[in-house]
Structure formats: C-alpha cells, structure tokens
Nanobody, 127 residues
Framework: QVQLVESGGGLVQAGGSLRLSCAAS????????MGWFRQAPVKELEFVAA????????DYADSVKGRFTIFRNNAKNTVYLQMNSLKPEDTAVYHC????????????????????WGQGTQVTVYS
C-alpha cells in the first residue's frame, strides 16, 4: 500500500502561481512512477503531468505545457507540481497518483494505469 497526501492548493488570481506537493508513505517511493490529474466540476478526470521513477522523463497535457512543471525528490518521498501563469480553466481538484513502474524511465498518462490515489487538493483560479 502507498498513501498519498496532497497539499498546496488554494485560491489564486489568474496569472499567479501555486506549487502542489504530494507526500508518499508506505513503500519505496523511487519504485513508483507518479502523475497528477485534475477534475473540474461536471467534467471527467483529466491527465495533467507525469514523471518516471527516476525523474528523468516527464510528460504533460497540451493544455499545461510550458506553464506547469512536475518534479520529484525521492529522498523526501515527494512529488511536486509547479503551476505558473494559472488560468481560470485550471480550476479543479488536483490528485496525485502512483503506479509501480516496470521501467525506470517510463511515464504513464492514463488514469487506469495508476494503482494509488490521493484525496486531492482544490485549486481555484479567479480572473
């Protein structure tokens, strides 16, 4: 079992920044590829960003490329999502997820590929 706890959400004006954190516990963090997903009201869960076990490979949704950065600190068992130039359409509950990746360099961008999920943190961007 892996437990995931997100933090760092909040209310921010359009154009501002937030950094989300996801702290993992329970198993060896470096064995898990990580991802961030988001869900806005009345919308489906949407892929945001993913990072490989070793941190050397990342992937982003087109809607956040150039604005969001995913990175991890395996020594601190934490994955981060730095969000810059936020837009009202980024408003959603953001969830981190973990999957025991077979390859150290692989990333996963589909929700069904992830085994463990956090409860989420709310991000609200106002114009």
């Amino acid at each position: 079992q892996v437990q995931l706890v997100e933090s760092g959400g909040g209310l921010v004006q359009a154009g501002g920044s937030l950094r989300l954190s996801c702290a993992a516990s329970g198993r060896t963090f470096s064995n898990y590829a990580m991802g961030w997903f988001r869900q806005a009201p009345v919308k489906e869960l949407e892929f945001v960003a993913a990072i490989s076990r070793g941190g050397g490979t990342t992937d982003y949704a087109d809607s956040v490329k150039g604005r969001f950065t995913i990175f991890r600190n395996n020594a601190k068992n934490t994955v981060y999502l730095q969000m810059n130039s936020l837009k009202p359409e980024d408003t959603a509950v953001y969830h981190c997820a973990a999957t025991q990746g077979a390859s150290i360099g692989r990333v996963y961008n589909m929700a069904r590929e992830y085994e463990y999920w956090g409860q989420g943190t709310q991000v609200t961007v106002y114009s």
